[in-house]
Nanobody, 120 residues
């Protein structure tokens, strides 16, 4: 099954930047939409940003203008550039992908998560 592995999380001061990466492996077929979600303690997992195979993006209102999602289809990797970070951005960030087999059948898979902590 396709695996997603996130990296790039860590501790940063408010106003700083981090760049998250998510690499997909063991792919048979292709990847359609990819996205980043986050979950803070005691809260529901929420969509942060998503990007289609054609490059169309969508952002949560809370991060629009500060975060940028991009992808490298040749590397099967999606990125999240996070600028002007705020303490409320602190969460575990998860990569998500819709995987499509050559038959056209699709399924959704998740990464293991990477911790982002923003100090005030």
């Amino acid at each position: 099954q396709v695996q997603l592995v996130e990296s790039g999380g860590g501790l940063v001061q408010a106003g700083g930047s981090l760049r998250l990466s998510c690499a997909a492996s063991r792919i048979i077929g292709g990847i359609n939409t990819m996205g980043w979600y986050r979950q803070a303690p005691g809260k529901q997992r929420e969509l942060v940003a998503a990007i289609t195979g054609g490059g169309t993006t969508n952002y949560a209102d809370s991060v629009q203008g500060r975060f940028t999602i991009s992808r490298d289809n040749a590397k099967n990797t999606v990125y999240l550039q996070m600028n002007s970070l705020k303490p409320e951005d602190t969460a575990v960030y998860y990569c998500n992908a819709e995987v499509q087999y050559y038959s056209g059948r699709t399924y959704t898979t998740w990464g293991q998560g990477t911790q982002v902590t923003v100090s005030s």
